[in-house]
Each structure stands twice: as structure tokens, then as C-alpha cells.
């Protein structure tokens, strides 16, 4: 029995879990799904970087939890990087599922190809909360075109605007490399949120945990919705000993 | 229902798709296979890229084909991207499989590798009619390599020399990249046919589109004999709104 | 009817291919596993990379194998390029199944990350016996992470510590480029032994065979142990004529 804690993306909320958590307790496992802070829909999105950790590091804390595999998925890397330097002692394992792994004293938006710089950074300053959303056709094409329009356009019902600020606050990441907490990638072998090459998810980001599992499955970056057992099992199979 | 036109590459004709187009039809869609100009047996080799061309947008237009997804096969992207910019209103859709991408301005031999550059121009002098014949150990061990050798070589007596002018010729191109057709690429993780790596399909093509959906299938450069059914499932996948 | 000759890697013995054999019999083929000299527990571990040559090279002579499928495997690979070079009349194909093909003049240790070369150095200068013994840490999480921990602490008791000379010593390969023999490339897609990316098998090996068959396969470096009934059906595929 492995207690997860699963830590979703920009634009999600913990609800992008619900049909991965009932998979894994089937397998035998505890999940929790919390959402990160100024994610969300109604959250407040006047959040940095440092709040999205706390309310992490909370949760784990508040409810004592201990032995956790910690996964974290596309900018909730970042966060379970950062996590992990706080309380290294609660963690068995991490888990960077298509997850950005900063390099020290760098921001998210240091990893983001220029295309994205761009748009994220314009969208944010027309937003009266600096929040970007996610536009359809690039959600409909990069990040989920393994489900049909139908799907695609429900899934997208579940998203919110995600705050800005936390993808350009510098971390600093010096103790991370000094972990000797194990760590997988788990890394989605259609994955194009992040266009393959140069500005990739896998070589690049995985690259730099030094000595990982690599665990992969098919399918885009939104699994969680149109595959949510298989990355369950894939998730069992990254946070295992 | 949708109507697809599927547009084969070099060495090939319409009846590559013979296998494909009976799925698509089962999957409720109808489906087109034109010979590009130049290209099969008894066909006059002594064509252009523009000639091949117009061979498929007059296709497109004597049939009064309307709202196409309109996929090309390797040598085939490049006569697709150039039909586009000629029956924009016409397409729906454009699906690139294992399919060059050239840039404006640049043929089809410059996305060549050098020993391919160097054997088709060989190849092509030493011919009385300037074509170029695929030598059979390519095909069986770069191209189709996913067949047995009695089926890969059943394939092979349906290749003919192809055109090699079509290669060399520069293509415009500089009204495809403002295009607002929607994009796939269709990507083979077994293709072989361009060398993986620097000289590769994906990301290499895949990555001039912009924004696009990816579709993968396992298999050689050869799926359209060696698993057909499956070619066609994705082709919808890729062509799907 | 094909005869195969199965040539382990760094830290296995023949016995890696215990469980492959059977099903290439199954399949109507015969196959060979000889334990290259240095290799394996209670072998003298004072063996150079000549040592390892001769020792499969007289195990195909002795036997009077011919017409054989060569297929080798990590460290195997260069020691198969190797015995083409002494005995290229009677081999049909080589087989590189995740392995080395150094450039001709280079080492072993030549292909190696910087991370492994001096882990392997710092090992070998430890040891009484000038050998490597793998880490548990690496076999676990880079070696054969698909499986579960039991088979991985199982598996890694057939491991015995591997000669370090072979790594070290420069391989002059200047007739391999010649030979005429066929040559496939094996590829495990998650196979992380060597780290994906610069330092990786594939397409930085599987690029210097030049024309070559590329077969690939799910799972990690030892799928010989994971999952070896589909690892033998690759090695027909990738064998077959």
C-alpha cells in the first residue's frame, strides 16, 4: 500500500484526478488529489511560486502524511521540486509526469519555448488578473488531440485561467540536486504540450534528475482525461521500490 | 462522414491506398487515391513539381471536392503543402504522413540526406528517362522493414521509377505557413525511410507546421501495406476536427 | 530455420538468455548462448577485449556454425563487430540489440557518459581484480525498471562483476565498415542503460551501421529477463532475411 499525492498542472485543479484516484485504490493504494493554491476555479490567482509550494507542503503536513510518493504533473514539477526541499522527510518517492524540473535559480517560463513565452506573457497582461488562459486550438491540438472534439471540448469545461506570476518567479532549487529521495519520469510518448526536440519534455527535463526510472505509456498530455487507468498503473509502476 | 483524398509518395501510385481506402469506407468516411502526375507505371516521367501539382489540385476541382482532409505520404507532403496554398477553400484539413514539409524556397532534395542526394543523382543520370529506381535492399531494410521479404518484395513490383526533376525543383511556399488550414502529422515510430535523428521526419517536418496535432502509429515507412487497417484508423484520428 | 549466436553484455553470462532460447526453439530455429571469456561468476577475470573476441569467434568455428545470425547485445555489440571482422563467411546478419558499434580506432569506454567512465574507473580501481561490479541503485531504476523489486533483486544475482580492460581497450574496426553482412539495429524504447538524448543507443549507434534494419520493442535494457518471449520474436523479425 503506497500513499500518492497527486499534483496537477497549470489550468487544472485536483478534480483532473478523479477517475486516476478510484483506479489506484482498486490497485490497493491511497491518493489524494489536492489543488494547488490560485488554481482553480473561484480561487484567488494572486499567487507566486512560494504559495503554490506552501499549500503542498501543507496539505502533507496538516494531514500527516508520511512515506508519500509525490507526483507532480507539467508546472506541478516545479512545484513538487520545490516540495520536496521542504519536507524531504515525508518522501519515498517523486514522480515528474511530463513535469518541468527547473534548474536551479531559473523560473518555468526559463523552459518554455519562445512561442509560448510570448503568447503566455500577452495573454496575461490583456487579463484583469494576470492569469492566462488556455487557448482552444492549442489545448485541442497539443495537449489533448487523443480524444474526439466532444471530449476535448468537455475537458476544457473543467479548466481555469492559470495564475502567471508562478511561472516567472525565479527558484532556487540548490538543495534539490542533494536529495536522495529516488525519482522517475513518467513521460507520455505523444506528449506535444512542449514540442518534441529542443524544447521537449523528455530527453531535456528528464535529463536532469541524474539517476531516474523512466516509465512511459502512449498518449497525449491529458491522460488524466482519456486514459486515466492506464496512467494509474503507470503511475504504480514509476512510485514503486 | 468526411472526405479524405490521400495523396501517395515517390515510387508509388493511387493503388498503394487500395487496402486503406476500403477501412475508411467501413469507418464511414469516402475516400479518393489519385496517381500524382509522372508517377506509376506507364506513366510519361517527364514531369515537374508543378505538374504534379496541379495533377492532384485539378482532382480536388474536376471533382468538385469540398471540406477534403487532405493527407500526403512523404514525397506527397510537399504536393499537398503546394495544393493548399492553390485550393485553400476547398481543405479542411491537411494530414502530413512521415511526409516532407519543405521550406519556402527550398526543394525536396534539400531535405535529403547526403547519401541519399548523392545515390538518387547517380541513379537518376543513368537512366534514359532522368527517374529514379529504388534499389531493393533500401526498400527491404529501410523502408519495409516490417514485412516478411515475400510480401516486402510483392510491394516492390508495385514501385515504378519515380520523376526526379520533382526533387530538385524549388517550391515557393510562402503563402503555406499563412495558411489557416488545420495541421497533423502522422508519425511512424518504426520509419526509417529518413534516417532517425538529425536527418528525421519528427520532429525535423513535423515541427516547421506551427501549431498541429501529432498522431503516432508503430510501423515502418511502409504501413499502407503492412497494416492498412491501422493506417486508416489514424488517418481519422488525424483528420478528425 | 535460422541458427542463432546470442552474445550477452557487460555483467551477464549466457545464462541472460535462458529464458529466449526455449522460445526461438518454439519458433523452429536454433540458438546458441557461449558466455564470452572474463564474463560470468568464477571466470578469470584477466581478459582484454581480444580475449572476448576469440572466445565467441572459437566458439562458432569449434561448433562449425555457418549462415548464423550474430546478435549482440550492450557491451556484446562491440564484440560481435568484432567477430565479422575474423569470421564474416559465416554470418547471414548481426543483430545489435541495444549495443555498442564503436568507431573504428575507439574503445568502449569512448561511448560511455562522463558519469558512467569515471563511476566505472573509481569501481575498477576499488576492486582486487580490475572488475566493475554494477550498483544495485542503477540496475534497479536505469537498467531494468520494468520490473517489480523481487525480479530485480532476483535478476541482479545472476550478475557478476565484469572486466574492466574490455571497456578500456581501442578497437581498430577498419574492416568492419566493408563487410557485405546485413545489419539490423534491436531498440528498446524505454531502454534508459545508456541516457536517451546525446549519449543514447539510438539513433547514435543504430546511425554509424548505415544501411540497416531498424526492429524496436516496449520495455528496458533487460527485457531478456522481463519479457524475453517478445524480445525472441523481435530477434527474428530483426533476423530474418
Known amino acids: 500500500m503506497t500513499t500518492f499525492v497527486l499534483v496537477h498542472g497549470s489550468w487544472h485543479d485536483g478534480s483532473a484526478w478523479d477517475a486516476v484516484v478510484p483506479r489506484l485504490e482498486e490497485l490497493g493504494h491511497v491518493a489524494h488529489s489536492?489543488?494547488?493554491?490560485?488554481?482553480?476555479?473561484?480561487?484567488?490567482?494572486?499567487?507566486?511560486?512560494?504559495?503554490?509550494?506552501?499549500?503542498?507542503?501543507?496539505?502533507?503536513?496538516?494531514?500527516?502524511?508520511?512515506?508519500?510518493?509525490?507526483?507532480?504533473?507539467?508546472?506541478?514539477?516545479?512545484v513538487i521540486a520545490r516540495v520536496a526541499e521542504e519536507v524531504p522527510g515525508r518522501l519515498r518517492r517523486l514522480v515528474f509526469w511530463n513535469?518541468?524540473?527547473?534548474?536551479?535559480?531559473?523560473?518555468?517560463?526559463?523552459?518554455?519555448?519562445?512561442?509560448?513565452?510570448?503568447?503566455?506573457a500577452r495573454l496575461a497582461g490583456e487579463s484583469a488578473d494576470n492569469t492566462v488562459t488556455l487557448p482552444f486550438p492549442i489545448w485541442r491540438e497539443a495537449f489533448i488531440q487523443d480524444a474526439d472534439l466532444d471530449r476535448a471540448k468537455a475537458a476544457y469545461q473543467q479548466l481555469s485561467p492559470t495564475p502567471y506570476q508562478p511561472f516567472l518567479d525565479r527558484l532556487d532549487l540548490s538543495r534539490f540536486s542533494r536529495l536522495e529521495i529516488p525519482k522517475s519520469y513518467l513521460n507520455g510518448?505523444?506528449?506535444?504540450?512542449?514540442p518534441p526536440g529542443e524544447w521537449g519534455w523528455h530527453p531535456r527535463m528528464s535529463g536532469r534528475l541524474g539517476l531516474h526510472r523512466?516509465?512511459?505509456?502512449?498518449?497525449?498530455?491529458?491522460?488524466?482525461?482519456?486514459?486515466?487507468?492506464?496512467?494509474?498503473?503507470?503511475?504504480?509502476?514509476?512510485?514503486?521500490?
Not at 494572486?46 to 500527516?64: K, L
Not at 535559480?105 to 519555448?113: F, H
Open 99 to 120: 513535469a518541468f524540473v527547473p534548474l536551479p535559480g531559473t523560473s518555468v517560463e526559463d523552459d518554455l519555448p519562445p512561442s509560448y513565452r510570448e503568447l503566455f
Open 189 to 194: 510518448t505523444d506528449d506535444t504540450a512542449l
Open 214 to 241: 523512466l516509465v512511459q505509456l502512449p498518449g497525449s498530455h491529458e491522460v488524466v482525461f482519456t486514459n486515466p487507468r492506464l496512467l494509474a498503473e503507470k503511475i504504480v509502476h514509476a512510485g514503486r521500490d
Open 34 to 78: 489536492p489543488t494547488i493554491a490560485g488554481h482553480g476555479k473561484g480561487a484567488d490567482k494572486a499567487v507566486g511560486h512560494d504559495d503554490c509550494v506552501r499549500s503542498i507542503q501543507r496539505f502533507i503536513v496538516d494531514n500527516d502524511l508520511s512515506d508519500v510518493v509525490l507526483a507532480g504533473h507539467s508546472f506541478g514539477g516545479s
